[in-house]
Each structure stands twice: as structure tokens, then as C-alpha cells.
């Protein structure tokens, strides 16, 4: 039986290697090795993620021409068997790859058809107080531990930080909770501090490193929050369009990195007044910053507000999937868990 399991461990890992084409491939089709160094630096590390890029960004790499941009794109489409169609049926094998992280509540998880889904990104948004740094330090935890039905293995997460609000000690009381060797969960955990808007925009071409360098040993990238430094470097109404289109730069680079290595994508949002809406009698006149290049970016999108005590309730705002419907929970020491009636 021990072997069994191991072998159908293999198996899954094989899978996960198996997931995307590296870079490297395109040096047997005649592309020298120095181009492909110079696409790695720009964190292009797989044959996908050459056909997620414009060609207009790839002249920008220095030191690639027109011509060698030409030459790369046409090897990447032959090596991903072209720009062919798929049938629903083949599109519904590949969707089986597709995991989700527990929340830590299992309410919660019910409420998001499981939990934070791979290939996906998952926003919350919701008022100060209303635990959307708590869910995102839960996730740390949880993310580690493989699921009961043998459908997740578990593995490393990095959380990349705008707010500072990331306690690495709030991890401890959690690992407890569910019986894990503190230092070890802390190991699992990758840190990084933005600090502008560029930085962070920035920082995704180390985090699309690290994926390719460790394939399939990280399943979960969580920003906490996508909005707070757009909101500082872009101010007033003159910036605006400025924002949107760098934030959708951003949201695009977010959901490629999360297709291309079979990673969960979790962000925060905060919220805003919304000044007009006293004039058409809505029910509540706050909403989430960003506009609409947030709203249609992000693929699950979870209200949260306050609820009685230490219980929060989410809401699911908008989803391709999911019904709108909501759920309560609660915020313990051993962070997100089900709200005790």
C-alpha cells in the first residue's frame, strides 16, 4: 500500500513538472543561449509564457531584435503545437489540474466551491477590520497541508507584502491549530515588501523565477493589498487613466503567472465612499477601489463585512461559477475558522 502511495505520489509530481515547457527547449530549435538568458532576466521561463508576451515588450528586452523576436515566437507556437483549438471535453481534462487551498473554515470553503482555485486569482475586499489580513495569514498555513480526498499535496506559498502588515509570529498560533512544527511552516513561507507601485510590478518577475526554478512546489502567491500603493503613486482625477492601465498590466501579469504554473492567486482590495450613492438610495455607499479593470481582472470576487463579535460574513460579489450567496466565520488565535452558532 506504502508503495502504491509513493508511486502515485511520483506520478503526481511528474505531472506538476510536466505542466509547462521550459525555456531551455527553444536552444534545440536553433535560439542561442545567451537570448534565452536574457528572456529569463525579463521572467519569461517557459515556452507559454514567451506567447503571453506582446511582441512590442519583447523588442524591449535589450540586446533582442525584431528579427530574433520573430524567430523565438515562431518556435514557441511550433513546440505548443501551434495555435490550434480545443475541444470543451480536452479543455475539461486540463481543468482537472486545477487545486483548491483551504481557507480554514470550512463554510468558507463551501462558499468558494472549495476553496482559493489554482489558475485563478481570488480577491477579498471588504472595510479595515473585517479579516482580510487574517484570511491571507491562514492561507500560509493551509496551503501547506495536503487535502483529506489526496486532490492537493500541499506546498509552499509567497506573500508579497504593500501594507506591512505581515506578522510572521501570527503564523505560530496557526501552525499550532492544526498540530505543524512552527519553524518549518515559517521555512515554507517566502517574504517580500513592496514598496511602490513599479517595485511591485516588478517583484513578479522574481516570483515567475522562482516558480520555474521550483516547479510545482509552490501553490499559492497572496498580495495583501493589490490597491494600497497604486492608491499613493497616482493621485487625483489627471492620474487616473494612468493607474487603471498600469493596474492592468499588473492584473494580466497576475493571471498569466497563475495559468502558467498551476499556481492560487490571492489578493486584498480596501474599499471606498462612494459619495454619489447617497443620491440613488443604495444600501451601502462604499465599494471596492480599482474600478472596473479590477472588477473584470480578478476571477472570484468575496465581499467581506463585519458581523457580531469576532464573526465576519462573506459574500460572493462576482463569479463565472459560483451562485451569489453568503457565509459566516469567525476570527480565532488559530485564525479563520467556522463561526461557533
Known amino acids: 500500500m506504502e508503495d502504491q502511495a509513493l508511486d502515485a505520489e511520483e506520478c503526481v509530481l511528474d505531472d506538476e513538472v510536466s505542466f509547462f515547457t521550459d525555456i531551455d527547449e527553444l536552444q534545440a530549435h536553433g535560439i542561442n543561449a545567451a537570448d534565452i538568458k536574457k528572456l529569463k532576466s525579463a521572467g519569461i521561463c517557459t515556452v507559454r509564457g514567451i506567447q503571453m508576451t506582446t511582441r512590442r515588450r519583447l523588442c524591449m528586452i535589450k540586446g533582442i531584435s525584431e528579427a530574433k523576436v520573430d524567430k523565438i515566437k515562431e518556435v514557441a507556437a511550433k513546440l505548443c503545437g501551434g495555435d490550434g483549438f480545443v475541444t470543451a471535453l480536452v479543455m475539461c481534462e486540463k481543468r482537472k489540474l486545477v487545486f483548491r487551498v483551504s481557507t480554514g473554515s470550512a463554510e468558507l470553503d463551501v462558499l468558494l466551491g472549495g476553496g482559493i482555485e489554482s489558475m485563478a486569482i481570488t480577491e477579498v475586499f471588504g472595510e479595515f477590520r473585517t479579516g482580510k489580513t487574517q484570511i491571507s495569514h491562514t492561507l500560509c498555513v493551509t496551503a501547506q497541508?495536503?487535502?483529506e480526498a489526496g486532490t492537493y499535496s500541499g506546498g509552499k506559498v509567497i506573500f508579497i507584502d504593500t501594507e506591512n502588515t505581515f506578522r510572521p509570529d501570527r503564523l505560530r498560533p496557526i501552525a499550532d491549530r492544526y498540530n505543524l512544527e512552527q519553524d518549518a511552516v515559517l521555512d515554507n513561507v517566502l517574504y517580500t515588501r513592496a514598496f511602490t507601485s513599479e517595485h511591485q510590478l516588478e517583484i513578479l518577475d522574481h516570483v515567475a523565477a522562482q516558480f520555474h526554478e521550483e516547479p510545482g512546489i509552490f501553490k499559492l502567491l497572496i498580495v495583501d493589498s493589490v490597491m494600497a500603493l497604486f492608491r499613493v503613486d497616482f493621485?487625483?482625477?489627471?492620474?487616473?487613466?494612468?493607474?487603471?492601465?498600469?493596474?492592468?498590466?499588473?492584473?494580466?501579469?497576475?493571471?498569466?503567472?497563475?495559468?502558467?504554473y498551476n499556481v492560487s492567486v490571492f489578493i486584498t482590495n480596501q474599499m471606498t465612499?462612494?459619495?454619489?450613492?447617497a443620491m440613488s438610495f443604495q444600501a451601502d455607499p462604499k465599494k471596492p477601489i480599482g474600478g472596473h479593470i479590477l472588477a473584470h481582472a480578478s476571477t472570484t470576487r468575496v465581499c467581506l463585512r463585519k458581523g457580531r463579535g469576532e464573526t465576519r460574513i462573506a459574500k460572493i460579489y462576482d463569479s463565472p461559477e459560483l451562485p451569489e450567496n453568503e457565509c459566516t466565520f469567525a476570527i480565532t488565535a488559530g485564525g479563520i475558522a467556522d463561526a461557533k452558532e
Open 145 to 147: 497541508i495536503p487535502n
Open 235 to 260: 493621485s487625483g482625477r489627471g492620474e487616473l487613466a494612468d493607474r487603471q492601465q498600469k493596474l492592468a498590466q499588473y492584473m494580466s501579469r497576475l493571471q498569466k503567472i497563475s495559468e502558467e
Open 273 to 277: 465612499a462612494d459619495p454619489g450613492a
